[in-house]
């Protein structure tokens, strides 16, 4: 396994050597490998694409899963070059990855004027403390639509 | 104000229920506005494009910006049919939106299958902890990627 790691993340950092030779974000690069094969690569390409989502993490998913043509990837690993923000590990989440192996650390980013630090205490706030402020609005209207979709044929449950 | 939220929370609505209808995933929409105008609108479409990170709000930020040619958008608005999860709420964060009006709640999504509680409990772990196996690996090959990306004349601080 750490022979692998290596040689994964070896090419996770090429990536963000390519993107900071491009200009196009921050230099992070991530790719995700499935069953020993890369199937998804990515770079930060937030300014290159006017995308604040674009994050190396996001695009290797979304690359991966539009390979493998599949929502989730259990047994996945995600190599990226910096640790994952609030988003992007929420992502791998989603993504149902297993394993992940990060370089540079939250703090080391934070240094370069990529802090998710804010993000990160503000996710453990309440609504009414945040910065964004936050109302709440028609719950009734979306809740019959939550009915809606439970009986629609077309549901798919993820 | 108040007339206006319900205005645009109706269209972010009205795109929940085209996406139940074409089932292209779970029943969210959300739009973004500035200035008084929708500039982004998006629903849920995790299954339609193999996508985990295409919920309704991350679709919405991504099409404001495209639409703006701006990664960050302040003042604006975010209006979703749901409670945004950590990554759809980290979005709004790295793209400085201004305010949040949402409709049903996280714990209304969960009841229909939809919960982000396990996400929002890993966030807080230390990574030795989560149920994602984190391991870090080549930290100083990072550091001087951003070395390089702090000298680089292509650079684009954000």
């Given at each position: 396994m750490d022979q692998q790691d290596e040689a994964f993340m070896i090419e996770a950092l090429m990536l963000a050597q390519r993107g900071i030779e491009l200009g196009d974000g921050g230099p992070f690069g991530a790719v995700l490998v499935l069953d020993g094969r890369i199937i998804g690569r990515g770079w930060n390409q937030v300014v290159k694409l006017n995308d604040?989502?674009?994050?190396a993490e996001m695009l290797a998913i979304r690359d991966a899963c539009a390979h493998a043509k599949r929502f989730h990837l259990p047994g996945s690993v995600l190599y990226t070059s910096c640790e994952p923000c609030p988003m992007c590990l929420s992502a791998a989440y989603w993504t149902h990855i297993e394993r992940l192996v990060y370089a540079a650390g939250a703090e080391d980013a934070a240094a370069i004027g990529f802090s998710d630090s804010e993000i990160k205490a503000e996710l453990d706030k309440s609504t009414d403390d945040r910065v964004i402020i936050t109302r709440q609005l028609f719950r009734e209207r979306s809740l019959a639509l939550f009915a809606q979709w439970r009986e629609s044929d077309k549901r798919v449950d993820y």
């Amino acid at each position: 396994m750490d022979q692998q790691d290596e040689a994964f993340m070896i090419e996770a950092l090429m990536l963000a050597q390519r993107g900071i030779e491009l200009g196009d974000g921050g230099p992070f690069g991530a790719v995700l490998v499935l069953d020993g094969r890369i199937i998804g690569r990515g770079w930060n390409q937030v300014v290159k694409l006017n995308d604040p989502t674009a994050h190396a993490e996001m695009l290797a998913i979304r690359d991966a899963c539009a390979h493998a043509k599949r929502f989730h990837l259990p047994g996945s690993v995600l190599y990226t070059s910096c640790e994952p923000c609030p988003m992007c590990l929420s992502a791998a989440y989603w993504t149902h990855i297993e394993r992940l192996v990060y370089a540079a650390g939250a703090e080391d980013a934070a240094a370069i004027g990529f802090s998710d630090s804010e993000i990160k205490a503000e996710l453990d706030k309440s609504t009414d403390d945040r910065v964004i402020i936050t109302r709440q609005l028609f719950r009734e209207r979306s809740l019959a639509l939550f009915a809606q979709w439970r009986e629609s044929d077309k549901r798919v449950d993820y």
